[in-house]
């Protein structure tokens, strides 16, 4: 079996994928004319030639226009549907979605409406195509500590929809420090916790992610690198990072996918996990990221298969689950 086929069959989670970053142009045009509402862009092919970015503000600017289409229970269904469907095509057997109630609650959605919409995919996703799934929310950190605490309060009646809690959005400038309050608040109440940090933002950032937020996975993680004492952490207590090369390609925190160090670092013993990101808008779904790093990197079978293993253990499933999971990537 060569490399790509090898992806493909591969039965792979994925840990870092915002819903709202798998709107595809086509579904966004469709939800824009049932609601009624006007989007900035003529077509299809002008919302994909805006997908020139630069960095990551450039993009939030375009996904939050995209977003403000979302309004009904049945678009966040439609939403997560089409994704659940890629998921299909790529094997990626279960998955841990980040959603982002403020994008939706700041414009009068109500959070019980987005819940729903994602949880009946979820529950679909699982009787129609065998995926499972969890949900993580995640706090927009450009906002202020006290909308977290308002979000997090929206949260706790439904509780036992959500997996964890996890905190996104423009990184440079708003550290985890931010929000460490109100993540005490969310350990409390029993959610695990995960954090962007150390994609554009600095080491120090992972280390507020680790030491105040007391998170269960780091989101992003690759300028690791940067600081020995960190790495040596991160392998020494195991802790998943979710990488996704094409964003980080897209949004140029690297300029090549040959510069990528996600090979390194798994060669190093950093627990790495491949993942999309925010597809619909960098370029490709999960086997799209693994093929780009294969190709760029010449990664071999037993770093692609390390990569799929890596991807269970680093889940949220229970650990029969992930034994079970982990062995059919062995016999593979
Ligand atoms: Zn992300």
Redesign the pocket.
Known sequence: MNQIELIRALPKAEL?V?IEGTFEPELMFAIAQRNQIQIPYQSVEEVKQAYNFHNLQSFLDIYYAGANVLVHEQDFYDLAWAYFEKCAEDHVVHTEM?FDPQTHTERGVEFATVLAGLKRACTDAKEKLGISSQLIMCFLRHLSEEKAFETLEQALPFKDDIIAIGL?SSEVGHPPAKFERVFAKAREAGFLIVA?AGEEGPPAYIWEALDLLKVNRI??GVRSEEDEGLMTRLIAEKMPLTV?PL?NLKLCVVNDMADHNIRRLLQKGVHVTVNS??PSYFGGYMNDNFVAIQQALDLNNDELKQLAINSFEASFISDEEKQKWIAEVKQI
């Open positions: 870092h915002h980040f996104d962007h989101d992003h996704c964003s990101d925010d």
